[in-house]
């Protein structure tokens, strides 16, 4: 099957094309045609050399795909031939075909076509992780979301507003709009503004109760002074490149928390018991047509590099996704 790999790290242009053997299936695995990958930050950390596939995992990018199932293992149970799915990948979505482990599929609603399916399953398997599970938002409290239009944030947006929430973004001033569409309430250009004084003034002096940051660096001291008593801060990335330095006694004074997590690094067993929260809690809003995601931009899988460039660039609004075939 054809792929997109690595040549060596490096720039977009490292992406490329190549001939693989297709993994083999074992029992509780399905086989997928993929008709399209999302993409994300991680791939072009992996492409940089930065952040590579886990054990067991393919060692080309690509996080999530969609598609239909091709073969199943003697022991799957919950999906056929012939299925439309979406699913949580090691690595290795960048390709005509990925197998995975069933536990971290999930069944496509006619509802939803397949190119908008690929842009699912890591950004909301990572903000149920987060914001859900470890942060425990809740109707009624006030969620901060840093990077308010990128993939991760637009959907925490409109999962967030789903859970009864109040949603404040950060973001710059041509991509507020957006945010504002998907139900954010308290938009703040980060460019211009004090997302710590926006936050308190918004909050009558509460603060966030929740706070989803992929800057990291100098946003955390900062993150400290917008949270709320008992607030939870979760760090999922550090775009910043920076390292963080704050003041504990201010977020003891809070009694706040700081949770940081990947998702891709965790084991079978772990994401796959995010997957059933996520099947229980949350998909019931993507068939019901309640939730759908932002697309951004379709690029041909041929033209990985382009959509890299386009992400790197931070052009985008939502997410970028890859078709195949």
């Not at 074992?26 to 492409?47: L, S």
């Not at 504990?248 to 079978?268: E, F, V, Y």
Request: glycine share 10%; aromatic share 4%.
């Amino acid at each position: 099957m054809r792929a997109i790999l690595v040549s060596e790290p490096g720039g977009p242009e490292m992406l490329t094309p190549a001939d693989v053997d297709v993994p083999p299936v074992g029992g509780r695995d399905i086989r997928i045609h993929v008709v399209a990958a999302g993409v994300n930050r991680a791939d072009v950390a992996q492409r940089l050399g930065h952040y590579p596939s886990p054990p067991g995992s393919p060692e080309w990018p690509g996080l999530e795909v969609s598609g239909t199932v091709a073969e199943i293992g003697d022991e799957v149970t919950r999906f056929a031939v012939g299925d439309r799915v979406c699913a949580l990948l090691g690595g290795g979505g960048y390709a005509e075909q990925v197998v995975v482990n069933e536990d971290l599929v999930l069944p496509v609603p006619d509802s939803l076509d397949l190119i908008e399916a690929a842009a699912l399953p890591e950004a909301i398997a990572t903000v149920w992780a987060n914001v859900f599970l470890a942060g425990r938002l809740t109707a009624g409290e006030t969620l901060l979301v840093h990077g308010g239009a990128s993939g991760i944030g637009t959907t925490a947006i409109q999962l967030a507003r789903l859970a009864g929430a109040r949603v404040a973004v950060t973001a710059s001033a041509p991509k507020l709009d957006a945010c504002r569409k998907l139900g954010a309430d308290i938009l703040i250009d980060y460019r211009s503004d004090d997302f710590v004084e926006r936050v308190l003034e918004a909050t009558d002096g509460r603060g966030a109760d929740v706070i989803l940051d992929i800057i990291g660096g100098p946003y955390i001291a900062r993150d400290i002074d917008a949270l709320a008593t008992d607030g939870r801060i979760l760090i999922i990335a550090n775009q910043s490149g920076e390292q963080a330095s704050f003041d504990p006694r201010r977020l003891m004074a809070k009694r706040g928390s700081i949770t940081a997590t990947t998702l891709r690094a965790r084991p079978l067993h772990e994401r796959a018991a995010i997957m059933r929260r996520l099947r229980t809690d949350a998909w019931p809003w993507v068939e019901q047509g309640e939730f759908r995601p932002l697309i951004d931009s379709q690029v041909p899988i041929e033209q990985a590099a382009e959509a890299h460039r386009r992400l790197e660039s931070s052009a985008h609004v939502g997410k970028i996704v890859l078709t195949i075939g």
